[in-house]
């Protein structure tokens, strides 16, 4: 049997709850973890150059109830001995002071380097989610640079250094990340005063504060425009003008666009041949714009790029 070359390394994620979380949120929860810490060996990589990990997996170690306690080990593969003793160097070196002697220390060297990029991932997403409501971003803000100064205290990288692993790792399908952020997010959003605490560190605590910004359930931001082309489609003409092309033109298409809306014709159309006319048969594009006080798109143009 060949031999497995790994580190396992672990950690704890404590939701402060008054109350029991229910299974869902609990298997939610995990599953977004999963899916963060697979994002950690490129993370691993860019900061520590000539490492190479093969692979990492997610076990649960132990569960809590009452105060949700989740103890995980995270568990880093790799391809033989070489990059095993690689990996084991380079974290022993990366960390400020370092350590005289790396065996049996393997998971003390590691686990506050994982958690500083899993709060990290996590920051990222509620700043993704922030930016997307149109709310402040003040608070995210601040406890996003806390965890890259703090990154920036404990290890041999730049903050900006830190800042940009973070958002390379984070950019890529970014509204996977979220909704992973949500997942984990979700027990503590059952009480108003819970926290997220991450191994014990009060440094990168998430605090009610920027929980209160992760909605219940996470909902992709609408375009604020689209576009729709119809065919040969009935326009009923309210207003017109014999020689304007954009200005002074109104009307309707009974069934898609019912309130009076603004119209424009093409260079290519004469308007005094339209105007008057009542209803037409047109090839139209039409823009809307999503108004969140009705949580629905509005038309807001009907554009006729040819006429029957």
């Not at 809590?64 to 080990?73: K, P, Q």
Request: glycine fraction near 6%.
């Amino acid at each position: 049997m060949a031999q497995t070359y790994s580190i396992a390394v672990d950690h704890e994620l404590y939701y402060n709850n008054k109350e029991p979380v229910p299974i869902p949120e609990l298997i939610a929860s995990l599953q977004g973890i999963e899916s963060l810490v697979k994002r950690t060996p490129a993370m691993l990589e860019d900061m520590l150059p000539g490492v190479k990990i093969k692979d990492v997996n997610v076990y649960v170690n132990e569960l809590y109830s009452g105060s949700l306690r989740e103890d995980l080990i995270i568990d880093f593969v790799f391809g033989g001995q070489e990059e095993y003793d690689r990996f084991r160097e380079a974290v022993r070196k990366f960390r400020k002071g370092g350590f005289s002697d790396m065996t049996g220390d393997d998971r003390k060297a590691l686990k506050p380097l994982m958690g500083l990029l899993f709060a990290g991932m996590i920051g990222a997403g509620v700043m993704y989610i922030t930016k997307d409501s149109g709310e402040p971003t003040t608070h995210i803000e601040a406890y996003n640079n806390t965890i890259i100064n703090f990154g920036a205290g404990e290890f041999d990288i730049k903050s900006d250094e830190f800042k940009a692993i973070i958002e390379s790792a984070t950019t890529t399908n970014k509204k996977k990340l979220v909704k992973d952020v949500v997942k984990i997010i979700k027990p503590a959003k059952l009480d108003p005063d819970a926290s997220l605490q991450i191994d014990g560190n009060s440094s990168l605590t998430i605090a009610p504060e920027i929980i209160k910004h992760v909605p219940e359930e996470y909902e992709a931001p609408k375009p604020k425009e689209k576009t729709k082309n119809l065919s040969n489609a009935t326009v009923m003409i309210f207003a017109s003008d014999r020689d304007r092309l954009s200005q002074g033109w109104a009307g309707t298409i009974p069934g898609t666009v019912d309130k009076r809306t603004k119209v424009t014709l093409d260079e290519s159309i004469i308007p005094k041949k339209l105007h008057g006319k009542l209803q037409i048969k047109a090839d139209v594009t039409i823009y809307s714009k999503y108004k969140k006080a009705i949580k629905d798109y509005e038309a807001i143009e009907i554009f006729i790029k040819k006429t029957y």
